[in-house]
């Protein structure tokens, strides 16, 4: 079976640290994403770790463990506007082509 | 540039009705999905199209047709759908890459929201 795990809502204070836990069971792997999701808007994308380890892009960094089905992705220096949901999301082929399963998404709430 | 275009932004239409969604890519992505996203929930999986072929359909309603007319066209036709169809429909590309690649990135257009009365 599919199943991506994340918490399905977190709160940080603006300029503190917030990690986001991801973990996965999937038949398949090719990759995982993160993606922002403002409400009412497309996802963006934020990271895409395809090896084990930290990537880190400014203020966001993701990291990914695949003999653990687990990732995370950190942001620092939080801003008011990081206030989103965030999606992690698994890349995998299957048969007749590639597909992107999501998780349910984490909503993060910054207050000042 | 990474942008998907899609369009209308919005629409309302009646249970009899027939409308198309349309999407648009130039960045020569060869891999273009449909999404439905309900409030508050993850994207859902509806089609994928591979070369302008369909790979993917996952036991979709037949009142949603997808049509590729080319490799930067993306349709969904829409006929008789039912009231719980309303959602936000989002259109995504990426690249074709054999293996574990950065590159088959989905970006995602803004989305269509339907509302169906």
């Known amino acids: 079976g599919q199943n991506i795990d994340q918490p399905t809502e977190m709160t940080a204070t603006e300029g503190a640290i917030v990690q986001i836990n991801c973990t996965y069971q999937t038949s398949g792997f090719n990759g995982l994403f993160w993606y922002q999701q403002h409400a009412g808007e497309a996802p963006t994308f934020l990271s895409y770790n395809v090896l084990d380890g930290l990537e880190e892009k400014g203020r966001f960094s993701s990291f990914l463990s695949r003999s653990k089905g687990y990732s995370y992705l950190l942001l620092k220096e939080l801003q008011m506007k990081d206030s989103a949901s965030y999606l992690c999301a698994v890349f995998n082929e299957d048969t007749g082509g590639f597909k992107t399963i999501f998780g349910a998404g984490t909503r993060l709430f910054v207050k000042a | 540039d990474t942008e998907v275009t899609q369009t209308p932004k919005h629409l309302v239409m009646g249970m009899t009705n027939k409308k198309s969604l349309k999407c648009e890519q130039h960045m020569g992505h060869r891999a273009m999905y449909w999404y439905k996203q309900k409030a508050k929930k993850p994207p859902e999986l509806m089609f994928v199209?591979?070369?302008?072929?369909?790979?993917i359909n996952e036991s979709v309603p037949s009142r949603f047709s997808p049509e590729c007319p080319n490799s930067s066209l993306l349709n969904l036709h829409l006929h008789a759908l039912q009231p719980e169809d309303s959602a936000l429909y989002l259109c995504?590309?990426?690249?074709?890459?054999?293996?574990?690649?950065?590159?088959?990135?989905?970006?995602f257009g803004a989305g269509t929201r339907l509302s169906v009365l």
């Open positions: 995504a590309s990426s690249h074709l890459i054999q293996g574990t690649t950065a590159k088959n990135i989905q970006y």
């Open positions: 199209y591979s070369y302008e072929k369909l790979s």
